[in-house]
């Protein structure tokens, strides 16, 4: 296994405290998706307030079009609306709006553009592998907890796997300025899509949330800012991420599963065969009144 070094910022590259950098990702693999995967932003002034309420009212109608139902929401003291991968909501001093998934991908900037403000902002970049990434997510594991042996300012360091192949790797807590993950996201998405691939996530807060939009818009691309800075990170940690490795690919999205998708999920998998049953037996009458349906008769609608 190749080896570099890596030193604490302000150190020098000969210094003692300097430890060793292992790599991972060093077969052949896709790079699938890379973008923004969650953002928030809060708007204080009564212009930017106005401006961002009307962009949310826009993407959530778009969210409602798609299939998703609008819901009640709520979060230290805002009140407002979620639907789909968007959340929005006002209290007395400021009104907020978050977006996760790919609508973060496709609308973090507008909303930036109107504030100016974000006070989060995860980046991901998801590889599809030609061998296990449960395995590889265990070897970053044990790469990380090797690199902070015998020290006691490293970042906490915790790991979960499932009995259906999942795994995943926690770096820092969710109240650190940076938290990291790196999981199995086949089994997390429930999609064939993702089998076998790995998703790294680094979610920032705070002050840094700004320096990586400042990366992001002066970097030549937003997916060189975004691979960048989960490399670095990575990198902190010891662990590097042969780039070199990386084949050439078209970023593929799957179709988003919408609220109706899930609930017509769950009336074929929860209420269809129940209904069957009832029919059956002869109660299809029964069946349509307590559904609140007209029967149908000969493939058509019935008469009430």
Not at 112 to 123: E, P
Not at 147 to 160: A, C, L, V
Not at 180 to 191: D, E, I, N, T, W
């Amino acid at each position: 296994m190749a080896h570099t070094k890596s030193c604490e910022p302000g150190k020098a590259k000969g210094a003692t405290s300097c430890r060793r950098v292992a790599n991972v990702l060093r077969g052949p693999c896709a790079l699938i998706e890379c973008g923004v995967d969650y953002f928030t932003t809060t708007a204080t002034s009564e212009k930017s307030a106005k401006l961002l309420a009307v962009q949310a009212d826009g993407i959530g109608l778009a969210e409602e079009l798609a299939g998703n139902f609008k819901r009640p929401w709520s979060m230290k003291r805002y009140q407002g609306w979620q639907c789909g991968q968007v959340e929005f909501g006002v209290r007395e001093d400021s009104v907020i709006t978050r977006l996760s998934g790919s609508l973060a991908t496709e609308r973090w900037f507008d909303l930036f553009q109107t504030t100016g403000r974000c006070s989060r902002i995860d980046l991901q970049a998801t590889y599809r592998l030609e061998w296990s990434a449960p395995k590889e997510i265990t070897k970053m594991r044990r790469l990380m907890q090797r690199f902070w042996t015998n020290r006691k300012d490293g970042p906490e360091i915790r790991w979960w796997n499932g009995n259906d192949g999942g795994a995943t790797l926690y770096v820092g807590s969710r109240q650190s300025a940076l938290y990291f993950r790196a999981y199995h996201k086949g089994p997390q998405s429930k999609l064939d899509h993702y089998e076998n691939c790995l998703r790294l996530e680094l979610e920032i807060k705070g002050e840094f949330a700004l320096q990586a939009i400042s990366h992001l818009c002066s970097a030549r691309s937003p997916r060189d800012a975004i691979l960048s800075r989960l490399h670095a990170y990575c990198a902190q940690q010891g662990v590097y991420l042969e780039i070199a490795g990386t084949v050439p690919c078209r970023f593929e999205h799957p179709k988003r599963t919408t609220d109706a998708d899930r609930s017509l999920t769950w009336l074929t998998q929860a209420v269809r065969p129940t209904v069957q049953r009832l029919i059956d037996s002869g109660r299809s009458r029964d069946v349509f009144n307590a559904l609140g349906l007209q029967q149908r008769s000969n493939g058509g609608p019935g008469k009430r």
